[in-house]
């Protein structure tokens, strides 16, 4: 097992490329014949890559966590969530350049499908009163916007008290903030994420207190705001249209992950590396901003498998000419996953490997070539690793180590493997700490840098 020092400053020559197929990692499923969606999916460009490097697997939840994108990101990332996490609205509001003190508290608020019942909607009876969408049927931006700021006039309206110091900012699709100035204390307060309980009573997981599962004045607060969002997000003429479309309405927004403003040093300072973020989700684009991270914007790109995968390809390519490590992430094998749609994941896998890994990997060996073979050459290395796992079976997170592979210089194993959850696990490259593997990543095996 590797087990890293505390990293100094260096100045390497390579290059290296992440890349993260989000809630990619699954357990087999009985519609793939009892396998996953990774052994299943034709990814040439990938398995090759796993066959010349090594394969490993990495513990991303640490002990006391749940398995979130915002945990598992951080620790994929080289930072120990033990340490730097403070919960995953603060880090999605920093993807939106918002001024923050060390006193504020953040929360995500997500637009939700709920079931209403009584023939509100166009569920079925069955799913009266249960969290049925996370995203709220992928609702547009511009949807969630015109939602965003009529809910902050219902609300001002209903609950003024409430609301002083409350400011709330549109992100992208379902995902919003709200920021509390007010100086309300939330430090015992347990929310649920939304995507942890589809088709489970959703007033089972409103706010509550963290110490006596009771509500308190400060969950109460909240509590009241989502009640009120409630009675009056249906009756939108947004939903309305929604759901003559035969669409899923926003009907309910959902306060949850709270937290307050981090202090995380930057990547350069730890790795002595600059580095660039593609993606197209804020809490990604909050934990770059946090690290020191460029964040590259690009076009068609969505959360979706209708996300322009070329693109964000080339975007990577074009990124190595000026950063030292270039992240590509992509959301789409995670909302399908929550969707419970294993031919989408599939579908995006692929998306993947042929318009990313595949590209990607050829650019890398052209440009930077082998130090082991070709004196001189600065040389390569690329991650590929889903940060956690979305189970198409349960839609939801879990926390099963995931796999990785790294591929480039002086990357070599004895074993050849396939880039699976299974050849993944019975690997003996097992990383305990997940957030040791960033240091691996960059200095393990080089022959070119000092050995530690």
């Known amino acids: 097992m590797w087990r890293a020092t505390q990293s100094d400053c260096y100045a390497p ?64 990332l080289g930072y120990d969530p033990a340490r730097y996490h403070t919960g995953r609205a603060p880090l999605e509001a920093a993807a939106l350049g918002l001024r923050l003190s060390t006193t504020d508290w953040i929360f995500r608020l997500n637009f939700v499908t709920t079931g209403l019942g009584e023939g509100r909607d166009n569920e079925p009876a069955s799913a009266a009163g ?46 919003n903030i709200m920021v509390d ?16 309980i589809p088709g489970e009573a959703w007033r089972s997981h409103l706010p509550r207190s963290a110490i006596t599962g009771e509500s308190n004045a400060a969950s109460d607060k909240l509590r009241t705001l989502m009640e009120l969002s409630a009675a009056f997000l249906p009756l939108h003429r947004v939903n309305v249209a ?38 197209s989700v804020d809490l990604l684009r909050g934990i770059a901003a946090y690290i020191g991270w460029e964040r590259i914007e690009v076009p068609g790109l969505t959360s979706y498998h209708d996300t322009d995968y070329a693109a964000q390809g080339r975007a990577t390519i074009d990124a190595l000419s000026h950063y030292d490590v270039v992240c590509c992430h992509v959301e789409a094998p995670d909302e399908a996953s929550h969707q419970g749609d294993w031919k989408t994941k599939v579908a995006s896998l692929e998306a993947i490997d042929r318009e990313i890994v595949g590209p990607v990997h050829a650019e890398l060996a052209k440009r930077f070539g082998d130090p082991e073979k070709e ?7 690329v991650l590929i690793m889903p940060d956690h796992f979305t189970l198409c079976s349960t839609k939801k997170h879990d926390a099963t ?34 957030h040791e593997l960033m240091e691996y990543f960059l200095r393990g095996n080089r022959a070119d840098v000092p050995a530690r």
């Open 242 to 279: 929604r759901k003559a479309a035969g669409k899923r309405m926003a009907n309910m927004a959902w306060l949850w992950g709270q937290g307050t403003k981090p202090s995380v040093p930057s990547f350069q300072e730890r790795y002595g590396l600059r580095g660039a973020m593609i993606t």
């Open 375 to 381: 004196p001189g050459k600065k040389g390569w290395r």
């Open 181 to 196: 100035h007010s100086g309300t204390d939330y430090r015992d307060l347990l929310t649920t994420p939304p995507h942890a």
């Open 13 to 76: 020559r390579m290059k290296f490329v992440v890349i993260i197929p989000d809630g990619g990692a699954d357990l087999p499923l009985e519609q793939l014949g009892g396998k996953t969606p990774f052994e299943v999916a034709e990814m040439p460009h990938t398995r090759a890559l796993a066959r010349s490097g090594r394969v490993g697997c990495a513990w991303t939840t640490p002990e006391g966590f749940e398995a979130g994108s915002d945990v598992c990101s951080m620790s994929l």
């Open 130 to 175: 249960k969290m049925l969408d996370h995203s709220a049927g992928a609702i547009t931006d511009g949807e969630a916007r015109e939602l965003l700021r009529d809910l902050v006039a219902h609300w001002h309206e209903r609950a003024p008290e409430l609301v002083q110091g409350i400011d709330l900012h549109p992100g992208v699709s379902y995902r």
């Open 401 to 434: 180590p995931v796999p990785f592979l790294i591929a480039g210089a002086w990357m070599r194993s004895l074993v050849q493997r396939d880039f699976t959850e299974l050849a993944a696990h019975e690997s003996d490259l097992k990383i305990e700490d997940g």
